[in-house]
């Protein structure tokens, strides 16, 4: 059981903690060097090359395109099948962000920075691998997955696609994301719901433009624009279940691109979110019907696309989180950790690995920090080594020698 250093952050093992400063640069390198979904290159090969530098047993590259797995057996040897492996999942992509950190490892690439913390996340994955190769203190396999494309491209799904659990099988997995707000060396975690599933909507308004003098020579889709974007904001609060929670959110709208010109095409894009299927496919019908009736009184056509790759709403198992739980307060004591925090309507694509295998995905502190997908965001260093003593502590417990 660790001790507090007065009551602010956990005692970690000497090793542990002594790893800071290589953390640290690791992840700055990471933060100078982001890359988008499916574009992983460079992330994907300094990890490659690291898990065998630190001696893992077996490395894959290039699952769901730019993924890694490092597999690695404890003492005694790989174990028996799937009971006696874990997974734990770190996402590797960065966003189209400008970054504003002012920070002096801040991005070398113009428009795009790690503003969600994948640097960090993958970060503490590596020093979790390089911590338990050296000391191999569990029996079973431990399988380290750097996932790509975690923001908005479903390299979970891709991943799976590609033969994740086939290649890898696992009884449970393990996932987390730091949070700002919540105090460095602080955890949360919670079973059942705990994200929403997210889908992307698109909608496509065509009519006939013209010249804006003679608006009744066209069928003015800015208009109908305006009366249905008004329209959408009574799906939630009058055709969603008052019970349920859902979020409907328009965040893009384009038409035109002069003052004196009506357009003949208008784009609006958006997102859902809900903690239940049934909740989130009621909602796109919603959608549908109210987008086809107002283009009908507007004389307009208007079409919605549901994205590509919707998440699935995020579940803990009960079983996996309580494990979870034990393990986390006998690594960092009592204080330190926090069952039940606000469900969030953030979407994680984690959501695909745990309906499939189950999964327990938790909260670690970033501090006071910008919010996530801020340009001033930035991962706390000073969290890195909590998170080596947490994979560390969670793979020894779950796979104990003897």
């Known amino acids: 059981m660790s001790e507090t250093d007065g009551g602010a952050r956990p005692t970690l093992p000497n090793a542990v903690a002594a790893m800071e400063a290589e953390l640290t640069a690791w992840r700055r390198d990471f933060h100078r060097h982001p890359e988008l979904g499916y574009e992983e290159t460079r992330t994907a090969s300094v990890v490659a090359e690291k898990l065998r530098a630190f001696g893992l047993d077996a490395v894959a590259t290039g699952v769901g395109r730019t993924g890694v797995i490092g597999t690695l057996h404890g003492a005694g040897g790989a174990g028996a099948g799937a009971e006696r492996a874990i997974m734990i999942r770190a996402d590797m992509d960065a966003l189209p962000i400008s970054e504003a950190t002012g920070a002096e490892h801040a991005s070398t690439r113009p428009g795009v920075m790690h503003a969600c913390g994948h640097d960090g996340h993958t970060t503490m994955l590596l020093g979790a691998a390089k911590r338990l190769a050296e000391t191999r203190a569990f029996e079973g396999t431990v399988h380290f997955c750097f996932q790509p494309a975690e923001e908005g491209g479903a390299g979970a799904k891709a991943m799976m696609e590609d033969g994740l659990f086939d290649r890898f099988p696992v009884s449970r997995i393990f996932g987390l994301h730091n949070w700002p707000g919540?105090?460095?060396?602080?955890?949360?975690?919670?079973?059942?719901?705990?994200?929403?599933?997210?889908?992307?909507?698109?909608?496509?308004?065509?009519?006939?433009?013209?010249?804006?003098?003679?608006?009744?020579?066209?069928?003015?889709?800015?208009?109908?624009?305006?009366?249905?974007?008004?329209?959408?904001?009574?799906?939630?609060?009058?055709?969603?279940?008052?019970?349920?929670?859902?979020?409907?959110?328009?965040?893009?709208?384009?038409?035109?691109?002069?003052?004196?010109?009506?357009?003949?095409?208008?784009?609006?894009?958006?997102?859902?979110?809900?903690?239940?299927?049934?909740?989130?496919?009621?909602?796109?019908?919603?959608?549908?019907?109210?987008?086809?009736?107002?283009?009908?009184?507007?004389?307009?056509?208007?079409?919605?696309?549901?994205?590509?790759?919707?998440?699935?709403?995020?579940?803990?198992?009960?079983?996996?989180?309580?494990?979870?739980?034990?393990?986390?307060?006998?690594?960092?004591?009592?204080?330190?950790?926090?069952?039940?925090?606000?469900?969030a309507m953030v979407g994680e694509d984690f959501a695909f690995m745990s309906e499939f295998v189950p999964g327990c995905y938790l909260l670690c502190g970033n501090g006071d920090t910008a919010a996530l997908h801020h340009p001033a965001y930035d991962f706390d260093d000073s969290a890195l080594t909590a998170g080596v003593a947490l994979w560390s502590g969670i793979v020894e417990q779950a796979l104990p020698r003897g």
């Not at 009621?282 to 987008?291: F, G, N, T």
């Open 182 to 343: 919540l105090p460095v060396g602080q955890f949360a975690l919670k079973d059942g719901p705990v994200f929403a599933g997210a889908a992307e909507i698109n909608i496509h308004i065509r009519g006939q433009g013209g010249h804006a003098a003679f608006p009744h020579h066209t069928t003015d889709i800015v208009v109908a624009t305006g009366a249905l974007i008004q329209a959408l904001q009574g799906v939630v609060s009058r055709r969603v279940d008052a019970n349920a929670t859902a979020v409907l959110s328009i965040c893009e709208v384009k038409a035109g691109d002069a003052h004196n010109v009506l357009p003949s095409e208008a784009l609006l894009r958006g997102t859902t979110r809900a903690f239940d299927k049934g909740v989130g496919e009621r909602m796109h019908a919603e959608i549908a019907r109210i987008a086809e009736g107002v283009g009908t009184a507007h004389g307009v056509e208007i079409t919605v696309e549901k994205g590509d790759n919707p998440y699935p709403p995020m579940f803990n198992d009960t079983d996996v989180t309580d494990f979870a739980e034990g393990a986390m307060r006998q690594t960092f004591g009592d204080a330190f950790v926090t069952r039940g925090h606000p469900l």
